[in-house]
Antibody, heavy 122, light 108 residues
């Protein structure tokens, strides 16, 4: 049974750096064809893909946010961490992490965490 | 940047067939996926690789592809199908994942 859960601050100030952790179970991020992605959703708006890390440590980022994002994994802890710098109120959103099947293109997100709402405000 | 285009809304009566389209130039080269999202919940994968249905998803959900457009079809729509639906694919190189803008399905 695959589960994922996001954790991190619920409130950050403008210009601060956001660090979110995805803790998962039921799979290993060292298994070929597996990845973990981050997707966000501003209130009342559409899903937006942010980043994806593959089992072999390959990383992909949204072109529009690439300069602000870093994604890393700790296979021993079953965790993936997303860092987003220079936060702005427009970054207020629910942030999801999701299990990705990367054996074909593009990756599909078949299991999602419950999401965590991050508000950016002074 | 690459975009996937969906209609903002689709409305159908119970028992009718709902069709939700998603258009993008790279769709002939890249698989498409469909997600259902109900208020306050995380998205759920309902179609993968254009037309495959994950286990546990009702048979009334189906997907198809033709050129630069993929379509999610829900046959015999039920009230519980009222939700937002998102398509997902990638740019032509497969490097960057993209989601469509979402379609709100209303069951009248």
């Amino acid at each position: 049974q695959i589960t994922l859960k996001e954790s991190g601050p619920t409130l950050v100030k403008p210009t601060q750096t956001l660090t979110l952790t995805c803790t998962f179970s039921g799979f290993s991020l060292s298994t070929s064809g597996v990845g973990v992605g981050w997707i966000r959703q501003p209130p009342g708006k559409a899903l937006e893909w942010l980043a994806l890390i593959y089992w072999d440590d390959d990383k992909r980022y949204s072109p529009s946010l690439k300069s602000r994002l870093i994604i890393t994994k700790d296979t021993s802890k079953n965790q993936v961490v997303l860092t987003m710098t220079n936060m702005d109120p427009v970054d207020t959103a629910t942030y999801y992490c999701a299990h990705a099947i990367t054996a074909w293109s593009p990756p599909q997100f078949d299991y999602w965490g419950q999401g965590t709402l991050v508000t950016v405000s002074s | 940047s690459y975009e996937l285009t969906q209609p903002p809304s689709v409305s159908v009566s119970p028992g009718q067939t709902a069709r939700i389209t998603c258009s993008g130039d790279a769709l002939p080269k890249q698989y498409a996926y469909w997600y259902q999202q109900k208020p306050g919940q995380a998205p759920v994968l309902v179609i993968y690789k254009d037309s495959e249905r994950p286990s546990g998803i009702p048979e009334r959900f189906s997907g198809s592809s033709s050129g630069t457009t993929v379509t999610l079809t829900i046959s015999g729509v039920q009230a519980e199908d009222e939700a937002d639906y998102y398509c997902q694919s990638a740019d032509s190189s497969g490097t960057h994942v993209v989601f469509g803008g979402g379609t709100k399905l209303t069951v009248l």
